[in-house]
Each structure stands twice: as structure tokens, then as C-alpha cells.
């Protein structure tokens, strides 16, 4: 498995023990004679110039611009028995996705709400019960990792002060089959699909059903951000009408005009930014240095309408 995850856990042992959170940034704070949040969570606290918190610090910012603060950024340290378990079944589960699919298991990250109260159970035992809005059928609903601001929209408060707690994890997608709103869908229609989207081509929404919630999503991060209390009534900034695609869409659509070594490129960069090695909008830059603005703003006109289709 080419994933990030493989080398997070092969760093884990070499890391410092009793990581704390900073008491200008922090979640919460038990004082020097009690244990840390992030000790008693399991977690380990990612600080500034750690390539993981980099990426998913500028993902936040870009995503919620000056309306929050990002307090905290942690890692879960599947030091437990029982997180080490899920994080094996996990691996295992991949695994079987990618030889039922060819070599393709689809891990994206995904955003998911949630209160402190249940944060310790959800990390040590999973998901107790699907959590959704009933919009998209019955399942476990989770954000993509470029769409935060609708994640947070969905979360409450935990304090006076307003902070919140978000878990950005692993999901193995598979094969996914759209879900239309109003479905009371509970399971995959079929053997050949594995998961839900509201959106083949540019999702909302991840849905995974009850049966994979605790196989096929892997907790990896908790992002503690402080928001508007207000902040669930802010209107979304309004979906773009312009011509739009879909990287993979984007990538073949390229490969009519560029030589096959820059589309290898292009894919490799499109890979690290799935892998989160790389950011959304390095990627974009990246792509732009290959392309060029003219072709690239040809093909998106040219084809953009056609692949919404």
C-alpha cells in the first residue's frame, strides 16, 4: 500500500510520549498533575512544520477562511488494543476492496462532526450508530476534505467559547453508486457497489453504510476549531454555474493534447494530493505549470459542461 498511513504508523514508536496541548491553542487542559487530552484520547499533538499538520492547516484555511480558529491539530496514536485492532481490519478490508476491484480501493479523507462526550468511544470502540441528516438514506454521512465549511455547519458548539471537534479519517470508497436525496437506502443496491455518494462527479457527501462504518473508516485525525455560535445559520457561498471537472475527468481530457510523460506526471500529482502529500490548490499549481493557462482554461470550457452531462 503506497498511503501515508503506512509511514504515520511506522513513526509512531519513535515519537515523544505524553503530548500535550498548548494552553494558547488548546482543546482542554487538565493542568500539569492530570493527564492531557490528548493522553487521555489516545492522540499526540501535531505542531507547526509537521508535514501532516501543514496540509491539513492550509485545507482549513482555505476552507473556512477567517470565520474560525484552528486550535488544534492531533493524531491518533492507536496505541490501544482495540485501536490497533481497528486499524488492522482496516489495512485488511483495503486490501479486499482492491482485489475485488482490480487493484482500486478509492481512500479519500472525510470530514465528521462530533462532541467530545462520545470522541474517547468513537476512537476506541467506532461508530455506535449511523449519524446523518436521513437526506442521502441511512448511514454514516462524511464530508470530503475540500468541503470542511459544510462539515462544521453540521457540529454544536462544546463550550461557551465555541469550539468544536472534527474527525478528518480514512474512508475506503470503493465503488460508489449515487444515492438520491429522499432515499430510505440502508445497504449497497448490489455486491458490486461499496459505498454512497449524493454526486459521482463532484460529491457532497461520502455515505457509508452501518455494515462498513467501523471496517472502512479509520479515524485518523481531530481538528478542534473555534466557531461563530451563529455559525450553522451562515448561508453556503453559492455553488459555481462555471464550467467545472472532475480531476480524472480533467486528466483524460489532457491526454488528447500533452505527451504521455506529462500525463504521468499529472497523475503522480494527482495521486500525492489524494494521499494529502500534496494540498488542493499545489496540485492546481502543478497542473497549471504542465498545461499552461490557455490550454488548460480551452479544455475546461471546451469539455466542462459535457463531463456534467
Known sequence: MDYARTEFVANFDSEQEGSTISESGSCDSYGRRGPSFADEHGLMELLEGDKAYDLIYRNCKS????????????RNGFRGVGSRAKLKAFQVFQEAVELKHGGESKVKYGWCAVAKTELKSILDYGFSEPRNDGSHGRGLYLSPDNALLECLKDSAPESEDGTRFLLLSRVILGKSEIVPRGSTQSCPTSQEFDSGVDDLASPSKYIVWSTHMNTHVLP???????????FNRIRSPKRLTSPWMAFPVLIKALSKFLSPPQILIIQKHYKDQ???RISRSELIQRVRSITGDKLLVHIIKAFGHKAQQ
Open 274 to 276: 489524494q494521499n494529502m
Open 220 to 230: 485518523e485525525f481531530l481538528v478542534c476549531i473555534k466557531a461563530p455560535f451563529n
Open 63 to 74: 476552507g473556512l477562511g477567517d470565520q474560525c480558529q484552528l486550535l488544534s491539530i492531533l
